[in-house]
């Protein structure tokens, strides 16, 4: 399912966008959470100037998706949020006239209309969590109320060395049952970097009716 548009204008849209960084970052303060420098959703163009009346629908649905995943993310917790990126739009090119043709003694049928084309917003995300965290927050993903999908998944131990056979070797001490024994594998955090998208399916236009 997608998100659905909601009439905004650029400086409601502006307005919404510093409320939320405002209001994820005082969370990410209290539970010790980091996030990038100068974060601002990954919307950074639009700290200083407001986007088109045509834009701010679309920019407000994509804000909105990436605010809930990130208040998700923050409440888990994760450890940090390392990189939130929007990729840039690649504008679409301008469809061309078509050139007239000669008229035809047989009636042509009429070309059928062409679908409009799917629209698409990319974004990077990055951050560390925990494994049992990163599991969690993979799983938030499908959840989301937009059509959002994994486009690209790399993972990083935050302790790629192997532990040594020094650390391997138990406590020795009169009595075992006593010792504490040291975790060496799986409370290790992870690294995670996603490259998301989300999808637009504009709503075909109505075909012309017919002459009678």
Known sequence: MEAPLEPITPQEFQDKLREGVNDLSKTAKEKNIKLPDKFFFGFDEYQSQLPSPEAAPALNRDFRVL????????????????????EAVAEAAPTPTPTPQPTAKKTAAAPLPSAPPILSTRFKLSFTAPQEKMRAAINLIPKSEAFL?????????????????KDAIPPTGGNKKSANLQVLLGNESVKTDLSLEILDFPNPEPEPPKKQ
């Open 67 to 86: 605010q809930k995943l990130l208040q998700n993310l923050v409440s888990l917790p994760v450890e940090s949020i390392n990189i939130l990126e929007r």
């Open 149 to 165: 999908i994994i486009r690209s998944l790399a993972m990083e131990n935050t302790k790629p060395a192997a532990p040594s056979k």
